[in-house]
């Protein structure tokens, strides 16, 4: 099938979602010193946009930040379809959000640069103890250290994940509590893709939490995909299926051997975690909303979806929004 080979146009999100978070960046809606090593291309965007990509990795902060400190800094963190993401460099700019492991996945085609720019950068190749790389294990397209993994895999290949975890067997516990981060990938992959994904992570991570976020709310109800430019882009958004409602999206966690699936959208979280005052900074950053009716259409088809298995009650139930 060439739609399926061809993953070209699903890599390419990763120039999107990179470009978005480095002009909101330029603009001050949150900082993070490492994103302009991965990519230079800002073009200006909307406010709207601007405001998902904040409360986009605010919240995804916040969620990890209450995961590491539940589990006492005892944790893996495992970021799937990772694009140029930089959190594990902002969260070594922190000694108590420093965790045991942190392993990047993407196509090789995004990790191999991504492998590349951090070697030849200073300011991200000193977070890395580069030093104490393992020689023995030598990734092809990725890299290995103590703390911190990059592994080219194709996550719609579980045997090709399973084989590439082996490979760091040494640095990754399968006992120690985990966090699965998904940031906009489970939707380019079949319904029968990531529900086998999400079954190998319970039944190989005895402890594990998992936040997606991702599209909702993406059919009228003629059962039409909801806009004119996704039409067009549909045949990449295999995973569709899954983003069409709350119950669709936390229903693929239970029956997936999660405990427990929660949901919240882009805009009750605005509307309940976004403070006033952040609001009105946010609001001034580019000169003010025209119209909230934009910001609302738009924030209503965004969720974060999140599910834990916690069989020894270390209180993974208190991750919450
Ligand atoms: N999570 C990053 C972020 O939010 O900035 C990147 C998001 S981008 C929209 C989607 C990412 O998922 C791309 O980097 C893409 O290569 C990756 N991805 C999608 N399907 C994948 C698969 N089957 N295996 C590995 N990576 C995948």
């Given at each position: 099938?060439t739609?399926?080979?061809?993953?070209?146009?699903?890599?390419?999100?990763?120039?999107?979602?990179?470009?978005?978070?480095?002009?909101?960046?330029?603009?001050?809606?949150?900082?993070?010193?490492?994103?302009?090593?991965?990519?230079?291309?800002?073009?200006?965007k909307?406010?709207?946009?601007?405001?998902?990509y904040?409360?986009?990795?605010?919240?995804?902060?916040?969620f990890?930040?209450?995961?590491i400190?539940?589990?006492?800094?005892?944790?893996?963190?495992?970021?799937?379809?990772?694009?140029?993401?930089?959190?594990?460099?902002?969260?070594?700019?922190?000694p108590?959000?420093?965790?045991?492991?942190?392993?990047?996945?993407d196509?090789?085609?995004?990790?191999?640069?991504?492998?590349?720019?951090?070697?030849?950068?200073?300011?991200?190749?000193?977070?890395?103890?580069?030093?104490?790389?393992?020689?023995?294990?030598?990734?092809?397209?990725?890299?290995?250290?103590?703390t911190?993994?990059?592994?080219?895999?194709?996550?719609?290949?579980?045997?090709?994940?399973?084989?590439?975890l082996?490979?760091?067997?040494?640095?990754?516990?399968?006992?120690?509590?985990?966090?699965?981060?998904?940031?906009?990938?489970?939707?380019y992959?079949?319904?029968?893709?990531?529900?086998?994904?999400?079954?190998?992570?319970?039944?190989?991570?005895?402890?594990?939490?998992?936040?997606?976020?991702?599209?909702?709310?993406?059919?009228?109800?003629?059962?039409?995909?909801?806009y004119?430019?996704?039409?067009?882009?549909?045949?990449?958004?295999?995973?569709?299926?899954?983003?069409k409602?709350?119950?669709?999206?936390?229903?693929?966690?239970?029956?997936?051997?999660?405990?427990?699936?929660?949901?919240?959208?882009?805009?009750?979280?605005?509307?309940?975690?976004?403070?006033?005052?952040?609001?009105?900074r946010?609001?001034?950053i580019?000169?003010?909303?025209d119209?909230?009716?934009?910001?609302?259409?738009?924030?209503?088809?965004?969720?974060?979806?999140?599910?834990?298995?916690?069989?020894?009650?270390?209180?993974?139930?208190?991750?919450?929004?």
């Amino acid at each position: 099938n060439t739609v399926e080979n061809d993953n070209t146009a699903i890599i390419e999100t990763n120039t999107d979602s990179s470009s978005c978070k480095l002009y909101a960046i330029s603009r001050d809606y949150w900082s993070d010193p490492y994103m302009k090593f991965f990519t230079t291309k800002h073009e200006r965007k909307t406010p709207e946009i601007n405001i998902g990509y904040y409360i986009r990795v605010t919240a995804i902060r916040k969620f990890l930040k209450k995961f590491i400190q539940q589990t006492n800094q005892q944790c893996q963190i495992i970021n799937l379809g990772c694009g140029y993401d930089t959190t594990y460099f902002n969260l070594q700019d922190d000694p108590s959000l420093n965790v045991k492991h942190f392993i990047d996945i993407d196509f090789y085609q995004i990790t191999e640069i991504k492998t590349r720019l951090i070697r030849r950068t200073p300011q991200l190749a000193e977070k890395l103890n580069i030093n104490e790389e393992e020689e023995s294990i030598s990734i092809p397209g990725g890299l290995h250290t103590s703390t911190y993994t990059i592994l080219p895999v194709d996550l719609r290949e579980i045997s090709s994940l399973d084989k590439q975890l082996q490979l760091i067997e040494k640095n990754l516990d399968y006992n120690l509590p985990t966090f699965f981060l998904s940031e906009c990938v489970l939707i380019y992959m079949s319904l029968e893709n990531s529900t086998n994904l999400l079954s190998y992570i319970t039944q190989k991570f005895s402890t594990c939490f998992f936040l997606n976020f991702e599209q909702i709310n993406m059919f009228d109800r003629f059962g039409q995909i909801m806009y004119d430019n996704l039409k067009q882009r549909c045949c990449h958004l295999l995973g569709i299926q899954a983003c069409k409602s709350k119950q669709t999206q936390c229903q693929r966690f239970i029956d997936t051997n999660f405990q427990q699936a929660q949901l919240i959208s882009l805009n009750d979280y605005y509307k309940q975690y976004v403070d006033i005052r952040e609001k009105q900074r946010l609001d001034k950053i580019d000169g003010g909303l025209d119209e909230k009716e934009l910001l609302e259409q738009l924030f209503d088809h965004y969720c974060f979806c999140w599910a834990y298995k916690d069989p020894l009650n270390i209180g993974l139930d208190k991750v919450t929004s």
